[in-house]
């Protein structure tokens, strides 16, 4: 097993999520569902989502090398760029999303209706999400399938297990541009990496 290639799933999907919609989103179903059953139910979908992320970047690494490389420059580089554009963005406009989106899709629910509830609000709200396709050029470029799954669901479980324990404090401490930057930092030094590779 790579742990490098897990650590760099890992911190790669950590800081794109940290101030994505995922972080917003499960802390307001904390707001309206016990927060252990909301864990559960996002954990799930992260699950869902990470398998058929890993299983589509497994089918991509069959691709000539040079093919998989240029595409994941790319996905790396569109990821810097909306990183970049989200954080200029938020800098602009300071006043938060309160997540009222998410908040009209939790109805009064207990027990496993809130896991489940939680489970479709994520599953629909991170469908096709940069994190989504970071994990697929991930697999694809380090032929790792087993260790970019580990990484990067440790990482979604880590972004919603800090949302619904300490999100409000979080969100008033860490100004959310920061975070963005952060990771559409970390794009671009993989980025750096795979060109390196390719002229090299």
Known sequence: MDLAVAA?????????EL????????????????PLLVWL??????????????????AASFLPEEVVKIAAAVLFLIGAFVLLREARAHQRDAAADEGQEFAEKAKPATGWRAV???????????????SQLLTISLVARYDAPFEVFLG?????????????????TLMRWLPMHVLFYAGAA??????????????G
């Open 19 to 34: 101030p994505d919609k995922t972080f917003l989103a499960t802390l307001v179903l904390s707001t309206r569902y016990r």
């Open 116 to 130: 489940l509830a939680s489970f479709l609000v994520l599953l629909a709200a991170e469908w096709g999400d940069l």
């Open 186 to 199: 970390v794009c671009l030094v993989l980025e750096a990496f795979l060109i390196w590779e390719l002229l």
């Open 41 to 58: 139910g996002v954990g799930l979908a992260f699950a869902v989502q990470t398998t058929i992320a890993v299983l589509l970047g497994h």
């Open 8 to 16: 760099i799933a890992f911190g790669t999907i950590f800081l794109v």
């Open 152 to 168: 990067a669901l440790g990482a979604l479980l880590a972004v919603s297990g800090l949302a619904v324990l300490a999100g409000r």
